[in-house]
Nanobody, 125 residues
Framework: QVQLVDSGGGLVQAGGSLRLSCAAS????????MAWFRQAPGKEREFVGG????????AYEDSVKGRFTISRDNAKSMVFLQMNSLKPEDTAVYYC??????????????????WGQGTQVTVSS
């Protein structure tokens, strides 16, 4: 069992930055690939970015490439999403997710085993 707690969301103007954090507890964190998803009102939850168990490889959704960076600290059991050059269309609830022995490239919600509670990101124009 893994518990995930998301934090760091807020209200920011377009062009600004936010850093989301996800703290994990429970089983060995380094056994899990991690990812961030987001869900805007009236839309399905979508993949934003993922990171391998070691942190050596990452994958991103096309619209966030070059603006968002996912990283992890296995010693502290945490994963981060640095979001720069934010746009109003980035407004959503952001969720971290964990997949046991995943690669970080899985892009479907059903592929992940555990989820955080979500943190709201609102980007004003």
């Amino acid at each position: 069992q893994v518990q995930l707690v998301d934090s760091g969301g807020g209200l920011v103007q377009a062009g600004g930055s936010l850093r989301l954090s996800c703290a994990a507890s429970g089983r060995t964190f380094s056994s899990y690939a991690m990812a961030w998803f987001r869900q805007a009102p009236g839309k399905e939850r979508e993949f934003v970015g993922g990171i391998s168990r070691s942190g050596g490889s990452t994958a991103y959704e096309d619209s966030v490439k070059g603006r968002f960076t996912i990283s992890r600290d296995n010693a502290k059991s945490m994963v981060f999403l640095q979001m720069n050059s934010l746009k109003p269309e980035d407004t959503a609830v952001y969720y971290c997710a964990a997949k046991y022995y995943g690669s970080g490239t899985q892009r479907e919600t059903y592929e992940y085993d555990y989820w955080g509670q979500g943190t709201q990101v609102t980007v004003s124009s």
